[in-house]
């Protein structure tokens, strides 16, 4: 069996999806690209995942994903496991530090788990060419602390950051956000086998099999088995 190399694990949840900083410009669109996607992904239709129980989850490609995403059985790890050459165990050590003991990808209304790093944000809007000045006062809650008082949870929060964030770009908003049980940053969404980031997008709100399998590109292509 082939080792699964963890050491990323002990930084942290954002630690993980955020490896090898420094070699991301052949994941980042460049800037006449990022406008061109952006003409592709209606901000509106990212504005519709909001949390609230009378709306289901649509992608940004405008299809309706399931309301209740499918969990991952058992098969499921084993199959990708075997695939990769690793204990299954391995696999869900990892989703037990990025998802926690329930090993959900999903939370609040059938939503993603994320993580809205707002620092990340702001180097992929640097990257992009959005000056985030004007967004300081009309789009506070991007720049503040979740406010989970408000929402009424933590994942509440993030997702209002983050539908907040889309207000101001799209593309940036899904790079700057950290995705699913295995907490991958969206700007590692080449690494992990998506042909875009509308893709990449769709498969982490579409099931935790879809997270699964985006989390093993990730790993091959990060030579990590």
Known sequence: MKQLLLYPLCLGVASFGYTNTSDTTDQVPALADSAAISDTIAISVVEAIVVDTSITIDSITGDTIA???????????????ERLGIEVAVIKAVVEVEAGHAHCGFGEENLPIINFDVKIFKRFASRNGIDLSSYRK?????FSKPDIR???????????????????????????????????GGFNWKKCGASSISEFYKAMCESEHAQLEAFANFLVSCNMV
Request: net charge negative; charged share 20%; aromatic share 12%.
């Open 138 to 142: 009309t789009h506070a809650v991007v």
């Open 67 to 81: 309301q209740i995403p499918m969990r991952l059985s058992e098969e499921d790890y084993q199959i990708v496991a």
């Open 150 to 184: 408000k929402y009424g949870s933590k994942q509440a929060a993030q997702w209002a950051r983050f539908n907040a964030a889309c207000e101001i770009d799209s593309i940036t908003s899904i790079e700057g956000t950290f995705w699913g049980m295995f907490q991958i």
